[in-house]
């Protein structure tokens, strides 16, 4: 068996689906349809039992596509409460029921789900842009966001 210790995963193993390599650097693993192993494991850990570790927590906030910041506003928190919980491995239970509902209602195809997500998302990608002010003599005055420098 292989372990699969994606994101921080510690207890997944695969029985079977994948097969080892020889290459010119050595040994190399290959997954087949990692795409739905991942699918898979993200629906197990929805429906699994007692509370999420902070890794399964990351892991599933992260096949969101949500930073920690998205999901901070999504719960009414800031982000560095939701990089605590994912260090620590102490999600509170609304958070981790939220979050399992999130990424259900995701995949099942909820588009106003999805929706909010993405506007979250872009929210937070606008918060570090900054708005380029250029003058043209046809248009005047045109707005352009670039990525604002650290």
Request: a positive charge; glycine letters at 8%; proline letters at 2%.
């Amino acid at each position: 068996m292989l372990k699969f210790d994606d994101g921080g995963l510690r207890d997944v193993w695969l029985a079977n689906g994948y097969e080892t390599r020889k290459t010119p650097y050595g040994e190399a693993t290959a997954i087949h349809d990692l795409d739905g192993l991942i699918l898979s494991i993200c629906g197990a850990l929805v429906r699994k039992g007692g509370q999420l570790t902070g890794a399964e927590f990351r892991y599933l906030r992260q096949h969101l596509r949500l930073s920690q910041a998205s999901l901070g506003k999504l719960l009414g928190v800031s982000e560095q409460s939701v990089a605590l919980w994912e260090k620590r491995s102490r999600i509170p239970v609304l958070a981790d029921k939220h979050l399992r509902l999130l990424w259900t209602e995701r995949h099942e195809g909820n588009e106003t789900i999805a929706r909010v997500m993405q506007r979250v998302n872009d929210v937070e990608r606008l918060i570090h842009q900054r708005l380029v002010m250029k003058t043209t003599p046809r248009k005047g005055w045109q707005a352009q966001a670039e990525a604002a420098e650290a």
